[in-house]
């Protein structure tokens, strides 16, 4: 196996010395995955974080609009802490080697990194011909000696597109920073780009939902027999009115329906059947791997990403550490020919020639260069099974659904057989439906196997039928739903804001700076995202906070990493429109200045009292681990004057923190902030205790 790889080593050989070669990639794990195929000739070292960032702090310089900014709108770059220690360790391995291979990630961030390395290593006297760049976007043996065969220079364009983002992200942050501190009066809430717009997008939808009126309406439905079946079908027409026109309204129009539907006979009218073939989806992407494992597997989008990091740096499988997935940062669905090869066999030797469908998928992406493959397995033949033990849980249930997923993308579509029953009274006036799905053929279903429906009564045309019952039930229509970790990505992957190396950590910032919470899954707007979005979108609405603006931003970067546009270009151009908005705002909160009390005590709906404690004064009842944490409508006026617990935020010098106290001075009753705004067991937990707290020391 090794021999492309000893082919290689002999060409860097010179003379009889053993010369060695520095290999330097990101983490520890990934070195020692690498270290075992590459052979002694090789050291493999990890850099560890980031070496450096764009200049902040204290001793800054500030030469240019902002820290780290020049006047030219070039970067300047500070060390990092402990980057001292890393950069002289990498220099001594480095003196003895003849070439220095950087390792990075196949994306415009490891190559950002790799960038970074190469120029410490440069000011340390190293020589420039020494570096040498090597990209594989899967950690295998095969894959990372043809990498060191075809070893490259590095991408200034893909770099220039890395710094780019940091630049623009760094003028934007402190420039907003600043505003938010004087209009805020908060100096730890900062603002970035791409995450306010993302706090826009929930605040659109908060927006939505409480500007939504819900509407009652009737269900009417009818239980009907023929000799030993049963089956139950919907009110579906009266009067030729039918599906979504037909709306019971209240209780009067569903007596009347109901007291002369029970007055009536039935008989089926038609039994129609269809065939319905369902495609398999596309293979993995970082977006839709980390909708899928949010959804399916309730993993946080950040969770999902460290977890898919582990398996593409390697896992050990008893014989020393494996890639055991592809790069996870990708927007490509895109298989190579050979996996496809692979696949197909595996498909055809364990379910059958009927199971197996090849499909080829394109890249749709714009940055061609970034987007390699789709997320895979190493190799399709390393059933999740077969390496179970040798992971963790949540190891194991992640690289389950993308083996999966990646084979069931060439599967066979699967076949249902739809059959909807019409029954219809003696008058003609009334119409039922009963809707039935079976499944004829599963297809790529067999690696998603769905709950059996309901069988459908044996009945046929003309047939006549005893209604044995009639069941009607109030509804209210609901409000749009909030988003979810994985919605939230869907839109944001639709609208063009952020890419796949960013999703998670955006999701992390509002989550952390507390712009919103996650609670039972649903994310809500807290009181300073709500005040956030509301003050940026005051002057900068078109500008700024549109969705088109920051997906145009995008596809600068991608021009840029495509060689299309130049850096210095773009960033001039953006500040050239960004500083009269900024200068704009500026003189507004000046002249405008914010009570910082909105944002920072906020009455909640919980009602503090020793006799009945803990009830939410928006129901009534005790609060409940669904409730929403917002929403301060009382019931009624009597409930409107009793104390509440009011949430409050404060600084100190670990940071921004929050609790929960009666807004009563005199009580002492406080709590934890997530039994209000926290989510699933910890709330419970924390709102049990907040109610015993309440029994013993409230005074009201
Ligand atoms: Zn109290």
């Not at 020639?353 to 970034?370: M, V």
């Not at 992957?493 to 712009?515: C, F, M, Q, W």
């Not at 009570?595 to 409940?624: D, H, L, M, Q, V």
Request: with cysteine; glycine share 6%; net charge neutral.
């Amino acid at each position: 196996m090794l021999i492309i790889g000893l082919n290689f080593i002999g060409n860097v050989r010179k003379g009889e010395n053993l010369s060695k070669n520095l290999v330097i990639v990101e983490s520890p794990t990934k070195a020692r995955t690498l270290q075992r195929f590459l052979g002694k000739e090789y050291i493999v070292e990890a850099s560890v974080g980031h070496i450096n960032n764009l200049e902040s702090g204290y001793g800054a310089k500030y030469t240019g609009p902002v820290a780290g900014v020049d006047k030219d709108f070039e970067p300047i770059w500070g060390l990092e802490k402990g980057a001292v220690t890393r950069i002289n360790n990498l220099t001594k391995l480095a003196k003895d080697c003849e070439t220095i291979y950087l390792a990075a990630d196949p994306d415009r961030e490891g190559e950002g990194i790799a960038y970074h390395v190469a120029n410490a290593l440069i000011e340390k006297k190293q020589p420039k011909e020494k570096f040498k760049r090597v990209v594989f976007h899967e950690i295998t043996e095969k894959a990372v000696m043809e990498a060191f065969e075809n070893a490259g220079q590095l991408n200034m364009d893909l770099v220039d597109a890395h710094i780019g983002r940091r630049l623009v992200d760094r003028l934007v942050g402190f420039s907003l920073s600043g505003l938010t501190s004087s209009l805020l009066r908060l100096k730890r809430l900062s603002v970035g780009r791409v995450q306010s717009v993302a706090v826009s997008i929930i605040k659109d939808k908060e927006d939505e939902i409480n500007a939504f009126i819900p509407k009652e309406y009737w269900n009417i439905n009818g239980e009907f027999s023929m000799n030993n079946i049963q089956y139950s079908a919907k009110l579906h027409e009266i009067d030729g009115v039918s599906g979504k026109d037909l709306v019971i309204s209240n209780s009067d129009e569903a007596s009347k329906a109901q007291n002369e539907l029970e007055s009536l006979k039935y008989k089926v009218n038609s039994v129609k059947s269809s065939t319905r073939k369902t495609k398999p989806r596309p293979p993995l992407t970082t977006s839709s791997l980390q909708q899928d494992a949010s959804s399916r597997l309730r993993l946080s989008p950040s969770r999902t990403m460290s977890l898919s990091q582990q398996l593409f740096q390697g896992i050990n499988l008893g014989s020393g550490e494996e890639g055991l997935i592809t790069y996870m940062r990708t927007d490509s669905t895109a298989l190579s020919s050979e996996s496809l090869n692979e696949i197909g066999n595996f498909i055809q030797n364990s379910y059958g020639d009927d199971y197996f469908a090849q499909r080829k998928y394109k890249t749709t992406s714009a940055n061609a260069q970034e987007a390699h493959e789709a997320i895979r397995p190493t190799s399709i033949n390393r059933t999740p099974e077969s390496i179970k033990s040798f992971l963790d849980d949540d190891q194991y249930k992640l690289y389950d659904l993308i083996w999966k997923r990646t084979v069931s993308s060439q599967m066979s579509e699967s076949e249902n057989k739809k059959t909807t029953i019409i029954t219809i009274s003696s008058d003609e006036k009334y119409k039922f439906k009963s809707d039935y799905d079976e499944l004829v053929f599963d297809g790529f279903k067999k690696l998603f196997p769905e709950k059996e429906t309901e069988k459908m009564p044996n009945v046929s045309e003309n047939d006549l039928v005893n209604l044995e019952s009639i069941v009607k039930e109030q509804k209210f229509t609901q409000h749009p739903p909030r988003y979810s970790e994985a919605s939230l990505i869907k839109t944001m992957e639709d609208l063009g804001v952020g890419r796949p190396s960013t999703y998670a950590s955006i999701l992390n910032t509002i989550k952390e700076k507390k712009y919103v919470w996650v609670i039972n899954r649903s994310i809500y707007l807290s009181p300073i995202g709500n005040v956030l979005v509301e003050e940026i979108k005051k002057d900068f609405s078109k500008e700024f906070m549109d969705y088109k603006f920051t997906e145009k931003m995008e596809n600068d970067l991608d021009s840029i990493s495509n060689g299309n546009l130049k850096r210095s270009e773009f960033v001039k151009s953006f500040w050239k429109n960004f500083e009269p908005i900024k200068k704009n705002y500026e003189k507004r909160s000046e002249e405008n200045p914010r009570n910082p009390s909105e944002y920072n005590f906020i009455r909640t709906n919980i009602i503090c009292s020793s006799k009945s404690p803990c009830i939410n004064s928006e129901t009534g009842k005790e609060f409940e681990d669904n409730d929403r944490p917002l929403g301060l409508e009382s019931l009624n006026a009597s409930l409107e004057k009793l104390p509440r617990m009011v949430w409050i935020r404060f600084r100190n010098n670990k940071g921004d923190g929050a609790f929960l106290a009666c807004e009563d001075r005199e009580c002492k009753v406080t709590a934890d902030e997530s039994a209000w705004a926290g989510f699933g067991r910890r709330r419970s937990r924390t709102l049990e205790a907040l109610k015993n707290s309440m029994k013993e020391k409230s005074i009201h």
